[in-house]
């Protein structure tokens, strides 16, 4: 069975503090996203990244930063945790190309920022 | 970047087919239409994908319109179950994946 999975279901933390949020499949996908979802606004993108120390910006990358060290891992960091950083953060993968690979998601986690 | 749109909402009996229109008039030629859904914002669950033609599994029917500037997702007999916010995405050359605002259906007894 196919798997991303998102290191933290739910997390609270305070205002002003460091957090990382981690994703990790096991597919060998190049592929990796961060979205953010609120209610309203849909799933917007964060950030991309196409291969190993590769990143791109998507249409909301203010207030977060990646790091994609390994193939399987994609980290979303928040350098400095504020309220309107409380959402819900779905990490995807899939294999490059257009051949019309399925695109997976992890089941979320829940960030609260006090 | 292509983008797509879709009603915010819709209703659908139970038993009887929900269509749920999508619009992705920028699509280029080589990109794929992709549908998800997502229940109780879990994550997205994958429903089907396509590129020109009309395509079915055992969850729905994806039609693409000829010109592919949109396209339609059939869930021929709804339950409650079907119940969710459906998003269609248009995966661009770019690599992002770009999602519209998604439809909320509600699946009525």
């Known amino acids: 069975d196919v798997k991303v999975t998102q290191s933290s279901r739910y997390l609270v933390k305070r205002t002003g503090e460091k957090v990382f949020l981690e994703c990790v499949q096991d597919m060998d996908h190049e592929n990796m996203f961060w979205y953010r979802q609120d209610p309203g606004l849909g799933l917007r993108l964060i950030y991309f990244s196409y291969d190993v120390k590769m990143k791109e910006k998507g249409d909301i990358p203010e207030g977060y930063s990646v790091s994609r060290e390994k193939k399987e891992r994609f980290s979303l960091i928040l350098e400095s945790a504020s309220t309107n950083q409380t959402s819900m953060y779905l990490c995807?993968?899939?294999?490059?190309?257009?051949?019309?690979?399925?695109?997976?998601f992890g089941e979320g986690s829940w960030l609260t920022v006090v | 970047d292509a983008k797509t749109t879709q009603p915010p909402s819709m209703d659908c009996a139970e038993g009887r087919a929900a269509n749920l229109p999508c619009n992705h008039s920028t699509i280029s030629g080589n990109e794929y239409v992709y549908w998800y859904r997502q229940i109780h914002s879990q994550g997205p669950q994958y429903i089907i994908h396509?590129?020109?033609n009309n395509e079915t599994n055992e969850m729905a029917s994806l039609i693409i319109t000829e010109d592919r500037k949109s396209s339609t997702l059939i869930l021929p007999h709804a339950t409650l179950r079907d119940t969710a916010v459906y998003y269609c995405?248009?995966?661009?050359?770019?690599?992002?994946?770009?999602f519209g605002q998604g439809t909320e259906l509600s699946v009525k007894p």
């Open positions: 995405i248009v995966y661009n050359q770019g690599g992002k994946l770009i």
């Open positions: 396509g590129l020109k």
């Open positions: 995807a993968s899939r294999p490059p190309g257009f051949s019309g690979n399925t695109i997976y």
